[in-house]
């Protein structure tokens, strides 16, 4: 059985940083793609970052871009997202999922197993 558990969420102030981790159990973690996603209040789901299997190769909504990166180690089975210049409108629950496909992808059919989501706070 697969899972993703994310953690590393909670409540900074606008300007904080913060590094949200995904681990992964029950796939071979190293031959996907993975994306992290999130959800505020009242709205729907978005796409906010993907990374290759080999993580050479990232790409990243245009509301984050600059400010949030990517990375993956699989020799530890984890995903990072390293959030820098947080800002109120980033409050939202961030999700990890695993993609169906090896480069990673921005869409969200593309990806098939999902945590559990953690809660991000900005407060301005």
């Known amino acids: 059985q697969v899972q993703l558990v994310e953690s590393g969420g909670g409540l900074v102030q606008a300007g904080d940083s913060l590094r949200l981790s995904c681990a992964v159990s029950g796939r071979t973690f190293s031959r996907y793609g993975m994306g992290w996603f999130r959800q505020a209040p009242g709205k729907e789901r978005e796409f906010v970052g993907t990374i290759s299997w080999r993580g050479d190769s990232t790409y990243y909504a245009d509301s984050v871009k600059g400010r949030f990166t990517i990375s993956r180690d699989n020799a530890k089975n984890t995903l990072y997202l390293q959030m820098n210049s947080l800002k109120p409108e980033d409050t939202a629950v961030y999700y990890c999922?695993?993609?169906?496909?090896?480069?990673?992808?921005?869409?969200?059919?593309?990806?098939?197993?999902w945590g559990q989501g953690t809660q991000v706070t900005v407060s301005s």
């Open positions: 999922a695993a993609a169906v496909v090896a480069d990673g992808s921005d869409v969200e059919r593309l990806y098939d197993v």
